[in-house]
């Protein structure tokens, strides 16, 4: 979560998703480019923000008599991060800036700023600092401000600038361009939010209905610490977890207070901040930047990845929230077949064992995401913008939509039946269920291999390992006689009961391949490549689409839990991030229901407690029940395509 810089100079940093390593790589300067050096004027800025504190600031600017035909002036392309903009010193140049090699070699002044309280800038850094529609007085500063009061320095300082400014941030830094364009300043003319951190508690990084994303949220504040005073990066040790295996390292671990004491000690408030904040409070909703995202007066393009295991809700609630309160803005979505960020440091052709014919992450940068900018920043003719520019898996084809989701999508419901049938058809029995016992000191893991972090391929592995286990229900439809097209968000809809008094309930929506289907070349798990090993079996392989869990306490509301009665039957409704998918002729769809994925997410105790400060007595085994009759039917809807 939150670990990816975009700027191309930290790119490769980024490929683990342990924070540990990724601290530790930050501290190491990148050798200089010899292109950069010699086409660019390094400048460096502390910026005054309206109650005096100052924000370091790296501007480059070209040398006009590198960039023949093109003399300027230039426009401004702006990146804010709480991850360095180092390397530090007007004489210190990285190997690469801007989002991508097209713009490096297309005449920007490229901006980076450390966001207030991070290394080099002043000030108090806040968690997603609460937007203040109202400013009253100039000690009342967000990132929206922040931003305001640099372009106004930037516009008036920095040489050679045509007065239009850019903005873009993945993750993170996403979170700050979503910021920027709120009351956006009248020179910022474009800005792409890419996978921005939008609502911490509603499905990005902190929490996922209502269970806490454990290994990431852990992994990550081990190593991302306040400071207290500005510095550049320090050298980091990485945290040791004592084995390869997170599933043994956090079972043993205990509670989640457990685990801060034993580890982190009370040094990180941070942390502290995410995990006993475990409702939907005023924290989180002071928070949620969705809700006030208006005023917006530059082009908008989002950009989100399908397999996204950190940020995968939050470029569709930017969206929304943009069309609604904006509905004259130039507002366009993009989602590929992309990991966190994997559109900016990777070829975009594959994910795990899943190829996907092409190297999207390319189209994207030199189709897509530069013309956009050199449209909005230099005048150069793009053409429309479509309201939607989507990868569809499956078939492997870009898509353009006048509106997200299609407007030609319809609602059907895939419904549970007997023996673990799975279909368009509502149950006809007069009664029905499907039982488990989960027991939260047996959890179900999230991936059937050891891993010491969270694979990002995670999120098309392979998930015959858990329908093997006894704690997971599985239904499946007979093998399609014809293409199934999904596009937009993914709602299940349970009848549960349980003899807990709380329980998570986690649905995937899986695509399960043919019997015959070829073998794959690539035989890899997890961080590791598998050398000299034997092909990875495709045929049957049942790989994850959409899996997401729900913490049945707060299926009447986020902010006041309840406990469930024991053997009283509830519904479970919620909604799954949006998916645009086709399976195939001769494929299966496939839904798993279990009550714990672990430990991508906290275990629940199964019983009605504070879960952060839960005794290892609290921790009961439930048995779980899911109906499925003509008056009690279980499913998940989703929106289908027509056929063609």
Not at 80 to 103: A, K, L
Not at 174 to 189: E, M, N
Not at 239 to 265: C, R, V
């Amino acid at each position: 979560m939150r670990k990816l810089d975009p700027k191309p100079l930290f790119a490769e940093l980024f490929l683990v998703l342990m924070s540990a390593l990724v601290v530790a790589q930050q501290a190491q300067p990148a050798p200089p480019d010899d292109f950069v050096r010699s086409h660019y004027t390094k400048y460096e800025f502390r910026i005054p923000m309206r109650d005096g504190k100052r924000l370091f600031t790296a501007v480059y600017v070209p040398k006009s008599a590198t960039f023949p035909g093109d003399p300027g002036p230039y426009p401004m392309l702006m990146d804010r991060t709480p991850y360095s903009v180092g390397p530090y010193g007007e004489d210190q140049f990285p190997r690469m800036i801007g989002p991508s090699d097209e713009f490096q070699k297309a005449g920007y002044i490229f901006v980076y700023q450390d966001v207030r309280g991070r290394y080099m800038s002043e000030g108090a850094f806040v968690e997603m600092h609460p937007h203040i529609d109202e400013k009253k007085s100039p000690q009342d500063v967000d990132d929206a401000s922040d931003t305001h009061d640099t372009i106004d320095f930037l516009l008036k300082n920095v040489p050679n600038n045509n007065g239009k400014v850019g903005i873009w941030g993945i993750s993170y830094p996403g979170f700050y361009t979503s910021a920027s364009i709120i009351d956006s300043h009248p020179a910022l003319v474009a800005a792409s939010p890419q996978a921005p951190m939008t609502d911490l508690f509603l499905g990005d990084d902190a929490y996922h209905g209502g269970a806490f994303m454990l290994s990431a949220n852990f992994g990550f504040y081990v190593q991302f610490r306040p400071q207290a005073e500005p510095k550049p990066p320090q050298p980091g040790v990485a945290f040791d977890f004592g084995t390869p295996d997170s599933y043994k390292f956090y079972l043993q671990a205990g509670s989640l207070a457990d685990m801060e004491h034993k580890y982190l000690k009370g040094s990180n408030w941070l942390y502290q901040d995410q995990m006993n904040h475990n409702t939907y409070d005023s924290y989180w909703q002071a928070r949620d930047l969705s809700r006030h995202m208006k005023n917006v007066k530059c082009a908008v393009l989002v950009v989100g990845g399908w397999f996204d295991a950190e940020d995968l809700s939050g470029p569709y609630r930017t969206f929304y929230a943009i069309n609604k309160f904006n509905p004259d803005t130039p507002a366009t979505l993009v989602e590929g077949p992309w990991v966190h960020g994997g559109w900016a440091r990777t070829d975009g052709n594959k994910l795990g064992d899943v190829k996907f014919d092409a190297k999207t992450s390319e189209y994207f940068r030199a189709e897509i995401q530069f013309p956009f900018f050199e449209h909005y920043l230099k005048g150069k003719s793009a053409g429309a913008q479509p309201k939607a520019v989507v990868f569809e898996t499956g078939t492997n084809v870009w898509r353009h939509f006048d509106a997200w989701p299609p407007r030609e999508a319809t609602p059907k419901t895939l419904y549970f039946h007997a023996g673990g049938k799975l279909s368009f058809d509502p149950p006809a029995e007069a009664k029905g269920m499907d039982d488990y016992v989960s027991d939260p000191n047996h959890p179900v893991p999230f991936v059937g291999y050891t891993t010491d972090t969270v694979p990002q391929r995670y999120m098309v592995d392979d998930q015959r390992f858990a329908s093997y286990r006894p704690d997971v229900l599985v239904y499946q439809t007979d093998p399609l006689e014809e293409d199934v097209t999904i596009a937009g968000p993914i709602s299940p809809k349970l009848k549960v009961a349980s003899s807990g008094t709380d329980s998570d309930f986690v649905v995937k929506l899986i695509d399960v391949y043919p019997e015959n289907y070829p073998d794959a070349e690539d035989a890899s798990r997890g961080n590791k490549r598998v050398l000299d090993a034997p092909p990875i079996r495709m045929g049957g392989d049942q790989q994850l689409l959409r899996g997401e869990p729900f913490r049945a306490k707060f299926r009447n509301n986020w902010e006041k839990p309840e406990p469930l009665i024991p053997g009283k039957q509830v519904e479970l409704n919620f909604t799954m991030p949006d998916l645009f998918h086709t399976f195939r002729r001769g494929h299966r769809i496939m839904v798993q229901v279990q009550s714990s994925w672990f430990p991508l997410t906290d275990r629940n105790p199964q019983t009605f407690t504070d879960i952060p400060n839960a005794k290892p007595e609290d921790f009961q085994k439930a048995t779980e029940q899911v109906f499925r009759s003509r008056d009690a039917a279980s499913g998940v809807e989703v929106l289908v395509m027509p056929r063609n």
